[in-house]
């Protein structure tokens, strides 16, 4: 544990928040006719400003969560941090280059729905991510149009109030940028207390949008944000959070008016709001006649979903889906059971964390405790085999939060029958939409056809990995992150619209990223990556300005791993 302390932030008082939106609300017309040159020199000064407190950025947050600085695993926190940050802003600046409409690489047609390709789009992403493959599916029957607030410019203002995630340093002000440049609103940011202690970063990181008041930051807890909510000069909200905390703000703050209100179609809220709402994120795991290498691989592919963040994340691995009939599984499972064992276990820094993982095992007490658990503030990492696979089950509707992973086994025995099966059962059984992964050999794959590419298709989440952990989708801001189209109010599920984006799509429906069986070099997001904190710092100068002489040392960092 680190003992360095955490410095206190004082609260906004509703008074002050009061004066701050007036502020804001003053400055959201002048917002509008800021052109696009203006714009991009903001981007490329938040991006300077970003690169100047990195490893501030970088350090505050590992200190919050138990984390070393100079290890391997302060790089975890530069990458969901400033690097992600850095990537965003370059690609704002390029789409923005692009008059708001970035050209894709190229666009097809799948069952008469458009699927952009986007991802890698230069010689350096080929080479930095070999064989991976990209795309945004739009939604079928609309255009493929881009940029809309660059096509048709608002008439009047919106003041935007976005209400920050605790968990990922980078949530917060990619939400915040997505209001501003995507959807032409200027943006009041409440910080999450869990990592308020950002905050001081953020105000130095942004203060080329908040000098000329089209950004401010704020301070506090749920009653600071419900008075925000129900500000008269606050006309759109958008939240990274719980489904729970959404209601309330929508709905009610009891079950009972909750209830009450969705079924008059009374919401307490009535203003638009947008969210990102997590996940019980499934990985799909396709049965085939894998090496001992395979199995290694893929059991520390998923053991790394797990154990990210101490798995504080809404994409986090959560439940694992196999054949029973599969002939590898048992061998998989022992294997993945023993890669979480050599996992060394994370603070449990996140609110909640204990009674969640407590709720898991009294329903599961065929439940297995990996890993050293006689650390001070950790948990085991937590594997549960056999989940039966019903509706309403507690594994499949609950989101742990914590570092806990469920495995259920569909009756099949060969991938032909599987395959199908676990598509309808992710999409109907398994509470969320945010983002799932599917595991299938290139062998296994040939040998069915066109089945994946319709499992894609039929697959309704926001963000679909294949052979790649779907939370790599939100470091890449050329995908759109959310969940899929059409949740309601009602049952709001992960949420509603998208944020990252940068290709500006108006109409996207989700992301798909295809990556090879075996990714080379080591994945970042592997669990015990050895040179992860030096990849991440040069990752992070290559992002904020590519150059053939910086890719060269993001590889020779890569292949210490």
Not at 70 to 78: D, F, H, I, Q, V
Not at 298 to 322: D, E, L, Y
Not at 388 to 412: K, R
Request: proline residues 6%; glycine residues 6%; negative net charge.
């Amino acid at each position: 544990m680190i003992a360095d302390p955490i410095p206190s932030i004082a609260e906004t008082s509703l008074e002050q928040a009061d004066a701050i939106a007036l502020r804001l609300h003053q400055q959201k017309d002048r917002w509008l006719k800021v052109s696009l040159a203006d714009r991009i020199t903001y981007l490329q000064r938040c991006l300077e400003d970003v690169m100047t407190v990195a490893a501030d950025w970088a350090t505050v947050a590992c200190r919050a969560k138990g984390i070393d600085p100079t290890s391997p695993l302060a790089g975890e926190e530069w990458f969901v941090g400033p690097t992600a940050t850095v990537a965003a802003l370059r690609s704002l600046i390029l789409a923005l280059e692009a008059n708001g409409q970035p050209q894709p690489i190229k666009l097809r047609t799948y069952d008469q729905q458009t699927i952009a390709h986007v991802f890698p789009a230069n010689l350096m992403e080929r080479l930095l991510w070999l064989s991976f493959k990209g795309e945004v599916w739009l939604q079928p029957e609309h255009p493929p149009t881009q940029g809309r607030v660059y096509r048709q410019k608002l008439e009047t203002g919106t003041l935007a109030l976005v209400l920050g995630a605790g968990n990922v340093s980078s949530i917060a002000p990619l939400d915040a940028l997505y209001k501003l440049f995507a959807e032409d609103a200027i943006v009041l940011l409440k910080m999450n207390p869990v990592n308020a202690y950002m905050g001081a970063i953020l105000e130095t990181a942004f203060r080329s949008l908040r000098q000329d008041g089209f950004l401010e930051i704020v301070y506090g807890g749920a009653a600071l944000g419900a008075h925000l909510c129900q500000h008269p000069l606050v006309e759109t909200i958008h939240i990274t959070g719980s489904h729970q905390t959404h209601d309330a703000i929508v709905w009610g703050n009891t079950p009972d008016e909750q209830a009450e209100r969705k079924a008059s179609h009374q919401p307490l809220m009535a203003k638009p709001i947008t969210s990102e709402l997590g996940c019980v994120t499934p990985v799909i795991v396709v049965p085939g006649n894998w090496s001992e290498a395979d199995l290694a691989f893929q059991a520390r592919h998923i053991a790394g979903m797990v154990a990210h963040n101490a798995s504080f994340n809404c994409a986090a691995a959560k439940v694992v889906i196999t054949a029973n009939g599969w002939a590898q599984r048992d061998a998989f499972l022992k294997t993945l059971q023993q890669e979480l064992a050599q996992t060394p276990t994370r603070n449990a820094y996140y609110p909640g964390a204990l009674e969640r993982y407590q709720a898991f095992w009294a329903r599961y007490p065929q439940a297995i405790a990996l890993g050293n658990s006689t650390v001070p503030d950790t948990l085991p990492w937590t594997f549960i085999p056999n989940v039966p696979a019903q509706a309403g089950e507690y594994a499949l509707t609950q989101e742990a939060f914590c570092g806990v992973l469920a495995e259920v086994s569909l009756p099949a025995a060969n991938a032909e029958a599987f395959l199908p099966q676990a598509i309808d059962f992710v999409n109907e059984q398994v509470w969320g939409n945010l983002s799932c992964t599917l595991l299938v050999d290139p062998y296994t794959e040939k040998q069915l056809g066109t089945a994946v590419e319709e499992a894609i298709a039929q697959l309704r989440y926001g963000a679909i990995g294949i052979n790649v952990w779907s939370a790599v989708l939100f470091s890449l801001p050329v995908f759109s992150w959310g969940a899929f189209p059409d949740n309601s109010l009602q049952d709001i599920t992960s949420g509603r619209g998208v944020v990252h984006n940068a290709y500006l799509f108006d109409h996207p429906q989700k992301s798909v990223l295809r990556a090879p069986f075996r990714i080379v070099p080591l994945p970042i997001w592997f669990a015990r990556h050895r040179n992860l904190l030096q990849l991440a710092q040069q990752f992070t100068n290559f992002q904020a300005a590519p150059s053939w002489k910086r890719l060269l040392k993001v590889v020779l960092a890569a292949l210490q791993g």
